[in-house]
């Protein structure tokens, strides 16, 4: 089946601009979990959806970074007023379920590239 | 969460078995060991959990000792493709997972 995917794979901006970032989870997955890395750097949590609402966002650096998941499906982060350290790839994954459960193991994406020049 | 330890890098050559070691001494009583592994230009992909002894399954095998506070992965007969960064993670609250900088891997042949 189809797993989790990522759109745009890439993305140039310009300091000082907005962008969406969109992740398509596996269906039926009710969780969702977006994370950045870096070169060289693991990934780094940002936030964590389960169904619609984000159930931890701790991991949001500030609040130029916002993610919503209004239908419980498709995830959006959006980035305002984007700085060149905000360059990084933007992974998205999906669990079945959340917490210790089985079916925790989270799928990730391919991830987008985003460069901010 | 448990803050791991794992060496940097690693080399080993085609057909060889690899085993690589995490160490988490602070480890919780709740808390189980999970690896990933990722390649360059793609997510990371869920390889094998565990909470105590031995955990195997068709792409490697995970020993844990009695007292949790290290675990080793291990690879059996590695190829080229297995050349990969390999994270070692703790934690009980497995929906946020903390990343270090993992293992890097690098198979020759």
């Known amino acids: 089946g189809a797993g989790v995917s990522q759109t745009p794979s890439n993305k140039v901006t310009e300091k000082g601009k907005y962008v969406e970032l969109r992740c398509d989870p596996i269906?039926?997955?009710?969780?969702l979990y977006w994370y950045r890395q870096s070169l060289g750097q693991g990934p780094e949590f940002l936030i964590y959806?389960?169904?619609?609402?984000?159930?931890?966002d701790s991991g949001l650096p500030n609040d130029r970074f916002f993610a919503v998941r209004p239908e419980g499906s498709v995830s959006t982060l959006k980035i305002q007023r984007t700085e060149r350290g905000d360059s990084a790839v933007y992974l998205c994954?999906?669990?079945?379920?959340?917490?210790?459960?089985?079916?925790?193991?989270?799928?990730f994406g391919p991830g987008t590239r985003l460069t901010v020049l | 969460l448990a803050k791991t330890t794992q060496p940097i890098s690693m080399d080993s050559y085609e057909g060889q078995e690899v085993n690589i070691t995490c160490s988490h001494n602070?480890?919780?009583?709740?808390?189980?060991i999970t690896w990933y592994q990722q390649f360059p230009s793609q997510g990371p992909r869920f390889i094998i959990q565990?909470?105590?002894t031995k955990v195997t399954n068709e792409v490697a095998s995970l020993f844990i000792p009695a007292d949790r506070k290290s675990s080793t992965l291990s690879l059996p007969r590695v190829s080229l493709s297995d050349t990969a960064v390999y994270y070692c993670?703790?934690?009980?609250?497995?929906?946020?997972?903390?990343f270090g900088k993992g293992t890097r891997l690098h198979i020759l042949p």
């Open positions: 994954a999906s669990s079945l379920t959340s917490g210790r459960a089985k079916g925790n193991e989270q799928f």
């Open positions: 269906s039926g997955h009710t969780a």
């Open positions: 959806f389960q169904g619609t609402g984000a159930a931890d």
């Open positions: 602070n480890i919780a009583t709740n808390d189980y």
């Open positions: 565990g909470y105590k």
């Open positions: 993670l703790v934690g009980d609250i497995l929906d946020k997972i903390i």
